[in-house]
Structures are given as structure tokens and as C-alpha cells.
């Protein structure tokens, strides 16, 4: 028996479907109904929901590859600073993952199930290496920006769980009833609530010149000259 159904069409399936109904929602019985098939025949391409995370994984990476290196809109050209790429691959990062319901979640944690990662993680450590870097210190670099990103979008997408609608921000993080809760008891965490999620923009923005700050300060050419 083979499946009348392929693996691209049960990932490009789920994808469509998390925008509708979340991680939470999605479900290989899910899956199978809106492709007009039982459940069963999913599992002739993925063992569980975990497998089929993993696959749904590479499949946004795959695509926001070719979406920032086909098109550029934030990354720099061949000329830009280090600093301009390191920025440009984050902010398209959570730009691409902020276009899925759950995007964050779903990206952290899984597995990429080919090498489609490796070209251009192997240029952006070029880049980097190339203006002075060793290969450790562009390695960390990365990771760090990449991990705040990922973090940072997993909470903004609590805050503001569909995609596109910043209009329907879930009633826990109403800001107004947090400050009148904490009242005069915790003033500082009262107003607090207002500078970590009033303006997700902006604090993304703020955590990208911390952590540039940081690394210009402990890695790189510039570190070792002691600028």
C-alpha cells in the first residue's frame, strides 16, 4: 500500500493549519481530516507530532532562508558591518518566525531533518570570521543573538498570539488590571509591566544593542585591541 499523500503536502498542510488553531490545536487527526485522509496514512511519513515538528521546522527555515538571502530586506550586502549582520539576521528572524501562530515554539526545540541549515549558517560564520572573529567567538556570538531572538518571540507571541491581529492581545497581559493588582504594595514591579511588554518592538530592538554592546566588548578584533 502506498500513501496517496507526500510528506511536503502533510508539512505545507500543518503549517496552513497552525496559523488556525495553534500548537496546542494541531493534531495528526487534524491533519489527516483537512487532507482527506485517516490518520493513519500520516504515519507513513512521521512516526508522531514530533517528527512532524521537526519536519515543519526545517520547512520555516527553508523558507526564511530563501526569503533573506533572496530578497536582503534587512541584512546587509557584501560591504555591511558585522554589526549589520548580526542585526539583519535577527530581525529577519523573528519577522519570518512572527508570521506563524506559535512560529517561536514551534521553531525552539526541534531538529532539523536535512543539511539545508548548514550553507547558510557556514556563510553568516564566514562573515563573521572574515572581519576578524575566530571561529569560537563568531559561534558564540550567533548563539547568543539567535537564543534572545527565539526567547523573545516565543513571549511576544504570548502577548499577542495571532498573527498579524496586534489588536487581540490576550486579557492576561493587561497591563492596566497587572498595575492595579500589584498596586502600592510592588511599585516597582507594577510599572515594570509596562517597560517588558508595552513596546516588544522596541525592546527587541534595546536587548539587539545590549547584546552587540557585550560582544564588541569581549570578542572580536576590537576586544583583543582593546578599543
Same mark, same amino acid.
Given at each position: ?100 501562530? *506559535?512560529? @517561536? ?8 531533518? *536535512? ?48 498573527? @498579524?491581529?496586534?489588536?487581540?492581545? *490576550? ?30 518592538? @522596541? ?25
Amino acid at each position: 500500500m502506498v500513501s496517496r499523500i507526500d510528506r511536503k503536502q502533510v508539512v505545507t498542510t500543518a503549517l496552513r493549519l497552525l496559523n488556525e488553531v495553534g500548537l496546542d490545536g494541531l493534531t495528526l487527526r487534524r491533519i489527516a481530516n483537512e487532507l482527506d485522509v485517516k490518520a493513519p496514512a500520516l504515519y507513513w511519513h512521521f512516526k508522531n507530532k514530533q517528527e512532524l515538528l521537526d519536519e515543519m521546522a526545517t520547512e520555516m527555515f527553508r523558507r526564511m532562508t530563501a526569503q533573506l538571502m533572496g530578497h536582503g530586506a534587512d541584512g546587509p550586502g557584501p560591504d555591511g558591518t558585522w554589526q549589520d549582520l548580526l542585526l539583519g539576521a535577527c530581525r529577519g528572524l523573528r519577522r519570518e518566525l512572527l508570521g506563524y501562530r *506559535d512560529g @517561536g515554539k514551534v521553531f525552539s526545540g526541534t531538529r532539523m531533518t *536535512d543539511t539545508s541549515y548548514a550553507a547558510p549558517l557556514d556563510g553568516f560564520l564566514r562573515r563573521l570570521t572574515t572581519a576578524g572573529f575566530t571561529l569560537g567567538e563568531a559561534a558564540q556570538a550567533w548563539w547568543t543573538a539567535y537564543n534572545f531572538t527565539i526567547g523573545l518571540v516565543i513571549e511576544e507571541q504570548s502577548v499577542y498570539p495571532e498573527p @498579524g491581529r496586534p489588536e487581540a492581545r *490576550d486579557p492576561a497581559y493587561d497591563l492596566e488590571r497587572r498595575e492595579a493588582d500589584l498596586g502600592d504594595r510592588y511599585p516597582l514591579a507594577a510599572r515594570a509591566g509596562r517597560e517588558m511588554f508595552a513596546d516588544l518592538q @522596541g525592546n527587541f530592538e534595546a536587548g539587539l544593542r545590549i547584546i552587540l554592546a557585550g560582544i564588541e566588548a569581549t570578542a572580536g578584533p576590537g576586544a583583543r585591541t582593546g578599543r
